[in-house]
Structure formats: C-alpha cells, structure tokens
C-alpha cells in the first residue's frame, strides 16, 4: 500500500536550472495538493487539484506550475529555480477536496538552490 | 481568511507525565479543526479531528483533543506521555480557496514535542 510518493528526497539546483518534483498517490484520491515548510512559517499552499485536468493556485504559487492529466500524478515544476525556493515539498493527497476530510502526505523532497 | 496560532515553538515533559499542546483557531462559521503529527524525515500524518459533536476527540496514539469554542482553542493531550511520542505537531483548520469550489487546510507553525525520560 504505498499511499502518496515523492521522488526525488533530495535535490540540489543551481539558481535558473529546472526540475520537476515527481507526486503519485493510488489511493484514487480527486484532490492532490503542493506545500512547502520553512521554518517558522509552517506548511504553506502552492497549487492545488480538484481532478484531472483541473489545478488552481494556492497562497504562494509564484514561480511554479503544475499539471494533472491524470488522476494519480501531479507534478511541481521549478522554470527557474531561485534561493527563496530552498525548502522542504509535501504532496498530499486527499479523497475529496469538497471538503477535505483527511489530508494523506508523502515524505517529502528537501530541495537546495544554490 | 482562517488561522492558526500555535504559540509553543517547544514543550518539553518528563515520560509519563501529561502533555498538552496548545492550538488557537480564527475561522468564519463553524470551525473544522485537525491535528497532525510529523516525525523526522517524514510526512505529516493524520492524528483527529473535530467536525461537531463531542468537544473532546479521541485519535491515534492516545492522543486526544478538546475544543473549546468560547477559547476558539483546541488543544492537543495525552494522559500520559511516551518517549517515542517526540516529533512536530502541526494544528489545523479548514477554509475554503477563492471562489469556495474547494477547501484547503491551513497549518500553523507547529509545536515541537520532546519528551524524556
């Protein structure tokens, strides 16, 4: 049963290179959702999806994107990785965002920009 | 918009003794409150939740939560505390995005739990 996973749990970026952080849950949940946690600020929202083919931003969406054309998969793509994006990124997952009952999370991916 | 103040960064408590964590909410109508728990290198999962019913909520662990709604707080307890119980406590209350289509989760900064022998 292997929930929510993220790849990769580590990532180390050069300020302007990108990547994508890889999220899959098979638990046939609808909604599945991006944070970020710094320090002192808690889990904060990035983007967030309803379904397939349906996102929509969060608190702090600048200098992401996503897609989900699938319901299993939501990918956080970095275009130009800057130093405010050094943090730790939770993908989670829930059966329905109307409302949320029970968020489930992956492990999370700690990424450096240098 | 909805909040969360969790105003302990740290508590600290002997094995065996009991454990609170405080957690204080400001939310429009009725509030839908959760807690969470959070272990080195790990993911945050799911401990309870207060929907209505009951004001003390019992969840994982041992763990339990009372809501008091005159206080807008619900703080987290357990009777009686492990060692293996250290980790992050994050609380939580539930709010709707933009248009309301959809709900969102909004986490304070959380509590750091140690607990020793």
């Known amino acids: 049963n292997a929930g929510v996973t993220q790849t990769p749990k580590f990532q180390v970026l050069k300020t302007g290179q990108s990547m994508t952080l890889q999220c899959a849950q098979d638990m046939n949940h609808e909604y599945m959702s991006w944070y970020r946690q710094d320090p002192g600020m808690g889990l904060r929202l990035i983007h967030y999806?309803?379904?397939?083919?349906?996102?929509d931003q969060g608190e702090v969406p600048n200098g992401y994107n996503v897609s989900r054309s699938t319901t299993e998969d939501f990918p956080l793509r970095l275009l130009s990785a800057a130093p405010s994006q050094t943090s730790v990124y939770f993908c989670?997952?829930?059966?329905?965002?109307?409302?949320?009952?029970?968020?489930?999370f992956g492990s999370g991916t700690q990424l450096s920009v240098l | 918009a909805q909040s969360v103040a969790q105003p302990e960064d740290q508590v600290n408590v002997a094995e065996g003794n009991p454990l609170t964590v405080k957690c204080t909410y400001s939310?429009?109508?009725?509030?839908?409150l959760f807690w969470y728990v959070q272990y080195p290198n790990r993911g945050l999962q799911f401990l309870l939740k207060y929907i209505t019913g009951d004001n003390l909520v019992k969840g994982s662990y041992g763990f339990e939560a009372e809501f008091n709604k005159s206080q807008t707080s619900f703080h987290l307890k357990k009777p009686s505390a492990l060692v293996s119980d250290s980790a992050l406590y994050f609380c939580?209350?539930?709010?709707?995005?933009?248009?309301?289509?959809?709900?969102?989760?909004?986490f304070g900064t959380g509590t750091r739990l140690q607990v020793t022998l």
């Open positions: 939580a209350v539930r709010g709707y995005i933009n248009t309301g289509t959809a709900s969102k989760l909004t």
């Open positions: 999806s309803v379904g397939a083919g349906i996102t």
């Open positions: 989670a997952s829930s059966l329905t965002g109307q409302p949320i009952e029970k968020l489930f």
């Open positions: 939310v429009s109508g009725n509030p839908y």
